[in-house]
């Protein structure tokens, strides 16, 4: 079974810190995403990447980063935290370059609030 | 551009009935993919079923199943014979050709579902 693995379910965080969110996968994907939830919007990606070292915005990329040196691991980065940005946070991957039909495999969140 | 609309943003249902959950879309692609994914109070995303555009039946898995129209762009979700395992959130999904390399899809904004017993 893929595993997604986030590094903390739950965070508190002050206005202002820069914050680091943790993601490894353990299936040799090449894609991975990060995503927000909040109530009555779904789920809104933030950033992808599809390589090692490559990255690309997704719809809503202001105020975050990412990061991926090694093809496991994707770390999305807030520079500089704002209450705004009190959300749900899910990390996802796929492998191969055409799953049309390979579900995403999602982490099981992080519940971030910025106080 | 592509949109997925979910326009039941919760339901109730008796335990051991059937239950339709509504999914829409929008795209002028003619290949695609389209996904459904179901969130228990506890976060982790689970992966239902997948309907590939081209796909001449509708895919089923288990108690699940997608009644798939085509010509409306309509991808409802049928679970049959529901269990209180089954109250959750449910999300719809769109996979648009063109982002095949890095696989993005498009979320609904989810419809919640809750089993009375």
């Known amino acids: 079974d893929v595993k997604v693995t986030q590094s903390s379910r739950y965070l508190v965080k002050r206005t202002g810190e820069k914050v680091f969110l943790e993601c490894v996968q353990d299936m040799d994907h090449e894609n991975m995403f990060w995503y927000r939830q909040d109530p009555g919007l779904g789920l809104r990606l933030i950033y992808f990447s599809y390589d090692v070292k490559m990255k690309e915005k997704g719809d809503i990329p202001e105020g975050y980063s990412v990061s991926r040196e090694k093809k496991e691991r994707f770390s999305l980065i807030l520079e500089s935290a704002s209450t705004n940005q009190t959300s749900m946070y899910l990390c996802?991957?796929?492998?191969?370059?055409?799953?049309?039909?390979?579900?995403?495999?999602f982490g099981d969140g992080t519940r971030l609030s910025i106080l | 551009a592509q949109k997925i609309t979910q326009t039941q943003p919760g339901m109730f249902v008796q335990e051991k009935e059937a239950v339709t959950l509504d999914c829409t879309y929008d795209t002028s692609d003619p290949s695609y993919g389209l996904f459904w994914y179901k969130q228990p109070s506890s976060g982790e995303m689970i992966f239902l079923i997948y309907q590939g555009s081209y796909d001449q039946q509708n895919a089923t898995e288990g108690r699940y199943s997608l009644n798939f129209q085509k010509a409306r762009k309509s991808a409802n979700l049928v679970i049959s014979a529901s269990q209180l395992g089954d109250s959750a959130m449910y999300f719809c999904a769109m996979r648009p050709p063109g982002y095949s390399s890095a696989s993005k899809i498009i979320f609904g904004s989810g419809t919640r579902l809750s089993i009375r017993p």
């Open positions: 996802a991957s796929v492998g191969g370059h055409l799953p049309e039909n390979q579900p995403q495999h």
